[in-house]
């Protein structure tokens, strides 16, 4: 229901809160700058530039995120870097909602792309079931790279000492990180797609120019 009720605001509304999400990103910056807490600024200064791709996206391209896309990302992030605060560690599902959430925007670039290429001309044509495997391969090799990112700052970090700028919890939790994706991508190839169309149409307006 609250999904529902936030999709149903005006698009001014909805971009308030995208505002209030950077605004809560800008504070967990500044609290990571204040304790000197490299591995925080590292997993909140990220997402916040992450939230500014609608705005950049505009300036270069003059393409319009859509609002419900642009509270998406904020989502994403946010989640991440408050996350980074103590919640991953503090309780097990919290990672699961994090990736789960972060998945469905990776999936749903994954779609944009087949999508682009599907559209870009008649000698292409893609039926439906490719496109749902393709989404959910696209968000399951994401997820293994991630994974093997994860892996590799903790072998830095026990390198050159310091904490792991991206926390990796054992392959239980390697596990439950691609099911989580699985699921993610399951969600935007049944039901989200549709706003990912934009982003559809910029691509293929790219591969135009």
């Known amino acids: 229901m609250t999904t529902v009720a936030i999709l149903a605001l005006p698009d001014r509304r909805v971009w308030q809160?995208?505002?209030?999400?950077?605004?809560?990103?800008?504070?967990?910056?500044?609290?990571?700058?204040?304790?000197?807490?490299?591995?925080?600024v590292v997993n909140a200064a990220i997402p916040l530039a992450i939230t500014a791709l609608p705005a950049l996206v505009r300036r270069v391209y003059g393409h319009r995120t859509g609002a419900g896309l642009a509270l998406?990302?904020?989502?994403?992030?946010?989640?991440?870097?408050?996350?980074?605060?103590?919640?991953?560690?503090?309780?097990?599902?919290?990672?699961?909602?994090?990736?789960?959430?972060?998945?469905t925007l990776v999936a749903g670039a994954g779609y944009a792309i087949v999508d682009a290429i599907d559209r870009s001309g008649t000698s292409v044509d893609l039926p439906g079931e490719f496109r749902v495997v393709f989404i959910l391969l696209f968000v399951l090799a994401f997820g293994v790279l991630w994974e093997i990112a994860e892996f590799a700052s903790a072998g830095l970090a026990s390198l050159v000492g310091g904490e792991a700028v991206l926390a990796?919890?054992?392959?239980?939790?390697?596990?439950?990180?691609?099911?989580?994706n699985a699921l993610g991508a399951v969600l935007v190839a049944l039901w989200g797609t549709g706003y990912f169309d934009g982003v559809s149409a910029l691509l293929r307006r790219s591969a135009d120019d």
Do not use: C, E, K
């Not at 809160?17 to 925080?40: E, F, I």
């Not at 989502?75 to 996350?83: I, N, Q, R, S």
């Open 17 to 40: 809160l995208v505002r209030l999400a950077q605004a809560a990103l800008v504070l967990v910056v500044g609290y990571a700058v204040v304790t000197t807490n490299a591995t925080l």
């Open 72 to 103: 998406w990302i904020s989502t994403a992030a946010l989640l991440h870097a408050v996350g980074a605060l103590g919640p991953y560690t503090m309780f097990g599902w919290y990672d699961s909602l994090t990736h789960t959430v972060s998945a």
């Open 168 to 180: 990796q919890y054992g392959t239980d939790d390697i596990v439950f990180d691609l099911v989580y």
